[in-house]
């Protein structure tokens, strides 16, 4: 009986990787690269063949000294989370992140050859940087939470004093200043509130998360200035969710004004998008399915210097703004097992809130 891989040649099998394969000679040109390489050269197999490896990739020093270690050593060399730009005219956004293994291949069977392993680093990366940013925000909402309830006993105080002082005066013009006391009192009383977040679990029911943004499409829509045009993205293929309504228009509405916030009108877009990925973790949990709800806009973008802090509250570019917005999502999505993530450079900042569908698996 014939193997089941007799109808296969290597080509085929090495081209169903996800893995970029490259094999290089012994002055590192390519010989042949895989689909998965390819994809990430950005340059096909016929453009690759023949020419230096570090000509197609702008300069990276890392994978240099890699490839010459292995070559020098006649060993297996490897390198991890190392930044490559491919410099061909189909030039990516960013720069690929991957784990480098080069390998000498024997002598006796190819000559001086050397095979390169190119793996996607991103996804490792990517469940680092949330487990990092849960673990954090775990801590700031607790001291948020017992701040804020340091802060409800004296405001409450300090508001019911007010109001026995106003009816003790008998000066209209005197009663003014406690009425800017009381009105204060109660506008800290909100923020406070707001920063507390809401109590006791969410209340799910079997929702449409189309309804949802349509939902929050409408008020942004009556909120935005002239000349700022709101358009919608929506994959029908997107199934209905247990979520809490409420929670997750609120979220959502939060993450819409702050893009609103961030537009130069005229001429400010903002897209609300909706998509189902699947085999997405978040955090060190791995979901089968997950409906990713996106806010694009093309304003200014996230400030450099707010990068790693835009979720932690409090903390806020505008010199108007309350730092609470964006901290009250991630705190609603993280009661649905689910986080907001973003992408931001000027000109193009893109908010996604992602949401679990089904079950869950743990992340090996």
Known sequence: MSSPLAHFDSAELLDALHTGVIVLDAHCCVVYANVGAQDLLAVGLNQARGRPITELFS??????????RALERGEACAGHE?????????????AAVVDVTVTPLPPQLTGTHLLLELADARTRQRITRESEMLSRLDGSRLMIRQLAHEIKNPLGGLRGAAQLLSRELQDAALTEYTTVIINEADRLR???DNMLGPSGPPHKTLVNV???????????????????VIERDYDPSLPAAQLDRNEIIQALLNVGRNALQALPPPGGRIVLRTRVAGNINIGATRHRLVANIQVEDNGHGVPPELMKSVFYPLVTGRPNGTGLGLAVAQELLARHGGIVEFDSEPGHTVFSLLLPLAAEEAFA
């Not at 300069?59 to 010459?68: G, Y």
């Not at 929050?216 to 909120?223: A, D, P, T």
């Open 82 to 94: 190392i930044s490559l730009l491919p410099s061909g005219p189909l030039r990516a956004h960013e």
């Open 190 to 192: 909100v923020l406070v």
């Open 59 to 68: 300069p990276c020093e890392a994978l240099e000294q890699i490839l010459q």
């Open 210 to 228: 189309h309804e949802l943004c349509e939902h929050v499409f409408r008020l942004l829509r009556s909120e935005a200035p002239a000349g700022v």
